[in-house]
């Protein structure tokens, strides 16, 4: 097991979480390729977002099939402006690669902002530490081990 991904089953247990990584070889970089690998919708797919919310590093957990509204995301959070954090900030704020961020067990401690439209489906996939390994949750787990806020964080189109 990939010490990521170990590192993530850890944080799950510490949090109460009994968690059953599942490797998919085609890999599941994006929302897309893992709805498509693991066989489900779309928006049971938790896509980790590190954005920052005027300048503290934060996560939005988005579902698959949603973007996220960055103004939504400040004002949940309550500040004034938010915005994608790069590459290099995902990985020294999480401890994780763009890709494989799961929803908690960050190297720091961020505050989490649940997407409401998670909480619509019995189960959901997120990333388990690599961008090719994932582990299922209902969306109360996901809520009670994040310890996350709960809004509306869709771009509506």
Not at 12 to 28: E, M, N, Q, S, V
Not at 36 to 55: P, T
Not at 62 to 82: P, Q, T, W, Y
Not at 87 to 97: F, H, I, L, P, Q
Request: glycine content about 10%.
């Amino acid at each position: 097991m990939h010490r990521n991904v170990r590192a993530v089953v850890e944080a799950g247990k510490a949090l109460g979480l009994d968690i059953h990584p599942r490797d998919f070889p085609d890999g599941t970089r994006s929302a897309a390729d893992a709805a498509m690998a693991i066989g489900v919708d779309l928006g049971q797919i938790v896509k980790s977002l590190v954005f920052a919310v005027d300048g503290e590093a934060v996560v939005a957990l988005v579902s698959g099939d949603n973007l996220l509204d960055e103004e939504k995301l400040a004002e949940c959070a309550g500040g004034d402006r938010a915005w994608r954090e790069d590459a290099d900030t995902v990985r020294e704020a999480t401890g994780y690669a763009v890709g494989g961020v799961p929803p908690f067990g960050h190297r720091e401690p961020l505050r989490i902002f649940i997407d409401e439209d998670l909480l619509d489906y019995e189960e959901l996939w997120a990333a388990a530490g690599t961008p090719h390994t994932n582990f299922s949750v209902t969306p109360h787990e996901l809520v009670r081990a994040t310890g996350g806020l709960v809004c509306d964080l869709a771009r509506r189109r």
